[in-house]
């Protein structure tokens, strides 16, 4: 490897020139940066500009160049130089845009510039270009798991684009809950008319496709690998096996409905006629429209109950909606009408989201469907019929309707499979000694439905579930990918949702699964660090095989070997680095982002005296969410503390607690972690590294304790990427809280 040569080069555009010396900058490059080459430029990310630094690296033989200019988020394409290690000193919208362009303010602001080269120029000395591990590969082929509307339509949309697709379905024939229906909205104006059902027409598609091959009566027994590369055996009802490779994998297993006998106050499994919205599309589509009783007399008054042990807090019932009742049963009203009975939607909250809801409500009203805003107490035998009690919401009083038969909305439950983490918090909490939790969660081990796709994963053998069972994705940023990288979920395994959002839905995953593919044959990583080539590697004579990495990796992919150390697996990695973060002896690091590269960042910094009255404060600020509001600070011209450091990191999952230690030893008077939202409603693009950090820092006090510092000087915030006056603010009241419990005592 050549020899390190850094280029620091200084823009003096977009007014940087104006407010601060950059001849200084270029002489602290020089001087404390050790940069072989310091350079100033007008305006450095113009053609001109560019050029200088393509020629140095040309002929200088520059290999590390330090950018000190706007923020790294911006002209990137400008900045983007092949085969070198790059680092930004944001000195636009980090220093000069947050501070008053005052001649009092003068000095601080270059202070903080005069920084933030010296940050740059320590970071990049740490850096390496990121190497090919040689797991790359491409297997332009996917697998798809269920056969109904959001399979069926994830494997056409893949076979138009060339890519081969094995689609696999456990029963006898395609078509899912799809194929049970009789009619179905149009995806198309009018949509107050109903439509024929086309899944036979799809169906017909997939069977004379030569890029699809179907596997009916098949499951999944077990899946190896990785994008690019996974290995997944398939057995048939007959005891028949085979393996197939494929780059990436669609899980579009579908929903069950809610078990009506668990409605026995709405006279569920205590009459035939009391039925799900399912049972009663598939006895419409036997009768060829007739609407018959049980007995198999015709029903001339049929009752549809919203909400039927949904968006309910009682215990067993799901607290929330499932998206697609409301039309469904406007729709199955409209069966009714056209056979010449009558049809009566009983509802709490009438929805009909989409484009087309308005026009599916209002075709309803148009054909005779009687809505009546109220609340279902029970449902009765009643002679021949059922009697349907409930209170009348707008005349505010009790009331009943006689029915023939009722049908009752009583939503979705994910065919997700067993949540792994279930599993594997039993394993801690009996490797804890915890009883009364092991025994809850070996309650639930017990109960979970079996495996879909058995993962050969340290972490379980499917994808982690969010809430009620619904597979885990960001539902903001990346809403089709799973904790397992390239294993993409669509249709109601992913979220409640109608037919024509499942379809909508597959089309999303289908591409975000073809591109999963390509970027595993160039190395590159998934969202959301998009197009980065560098991976977790350890130092394995340090291991001390704590596991803490393994466990706490959010996407699994971290096995172990069979003497406990980790295995590392490029094409899994979210590259995160909440592995580099857990690691309590600092052995993990990526070629480009480690502990080292961030740790002298934080070092390089220039230390006033205790007497200088000039605190500092470090800010490790996601780069995902309190970055890029921090930018958008400085764009709207919001002020904020001349002694902020602030050093963008990956997620706050990665952050190691030496870094606090150290900066904590160094003199820092105060430190910040600013990371996402956590918990149900997270907003973390790592799912769980906003989280892990707030545990791991909730266990620094001792740490701050044994220092004999408040424990006031570390603080962890949750943020958003909207809060460009809130996170200011925050480091603004550090600063003067700093000022009310002192400097610190470790200043130098």
Known sequence: MADMKIGAYI???????????????????????????????????????????????ANEGVNHVVIAACSRRAKTEAFSFDGVCISRANLREGVIWVRPDTDEARETTQEMADDYVRMA??????????????????????????GGISGMTAALEAAKTGYKVDLVEKTGQLGGVAGEMYKKYPAKAPYNVLADNTTGEMIAAIEGNGNITVHLNTSVTKTE???????????????????????????????????????????????????????????????????????????????????????????????YCSGHCCMTSIKQAR?????????????????????????????????????????????EAAGKGLKVNYNDKILAEDTNIDADIVVLATGMVPNSGPNPYVKLDLEMAEKDGNEELAAKLKAEVEKAPPSILNLMYRQGTDVPHLKHGFTDSHFICFPYETRRTGIYTAGPVRRPMDAHQAIEDATGATLKAIQACENAAIGRAAHPRSGDLSFPSFRKEGCTQCKRCTVECPFGAINEDEKGYPQYNEARCRRCGTCMGACPVRVISFENYSVETVGQQLKAVDMPDEFSEKPRL?????????????????????????????????????????????????GYDGVMLMGCQKGDNYQCHFVKGSEIAHIRMSKIDDTLTQLNLEKERVQTYEVSIADIQRIPQIINDMEKLIGEIGMSPFKF
């Not at 120029?121 to 740490?126: I, N, P, Q, S, V």
């Not at 096996?241 to 579009?252: F, S």
């Not at 668990?262 to 009768?287: I, T, W």
């Open 225 to 319: 690998g990785a994008p690019g590369r996974f290995t997944v055996s398939l057995a048939t009802e007959s005891g028949a096996t085979k393996d197939v490779t494929v780059g990436a994998i669609i899980q579009a297993t579908g929903f069950t409905a809610y078990d009506l006998n668990k409605l026995p106050e709405l006279g569920g499994g205590k009459s035939p006629d009391v039925m799900d919205q399912l049972a009663f599309e598939k006895m419409v589509k036997a009768n060829g429209g007739a609407i018959k009783k049980a007995d198999g007399s015709d029903a001339k008054n049929v009752v549809f109950v919203q909400c039927a042990g949904q968006r309910s807090e009682q215990p067993g019932h799901l607290p």
């Open 121 to 146: 120029c320590a970071e990049t000395k740490y850096q390496k270009m990121p190497e090919a591990s040689g797991e790359q590969g491409l297997t332009r082929h996917l697998l798809i798991v269920g």
């Open 335 to 379: 069966y009714v009408k056209e056979a010449g009975g009558d049809a009566t939607v009983i509802f709490d909250d009438l929805r009909t989201p989409g484009a087309d809801g308005e026009d599916v409500y209002r075709g309803g009203q148009e054909a005779g469907v009687a809505f009546s805003k109220g609340k279902v107490n029970s449902v």
């Open 618 to 666: 470090l800010v490790l600020a996601c780069e995902n969410d309190a970055y890029p509001a921090l930018d958008m600070a400085g764009m709207t011209r919001q002020e904020y503390s001349a002694y902020a450091r602030i050093i963008p990191v990956r997620c706050l999952g990665s952050v190691n607690t030496i870094w606090i230690t150290d900066a904590l030893n160094s």
């Open 11 to 57: 823009c003096q555009g977009c007014g940087i020139g104006d407010r601060v010396d950059t001849a200084q900058l270029a002489s602290v490059a020089k001087r404390e940066g050790k940069a072989a080459v310091a350079k100033e430029h007008e305006f450095l990310c113009n053609a001109e500009g560019v050029k200088m630094i393509q020629d140095d690296i």
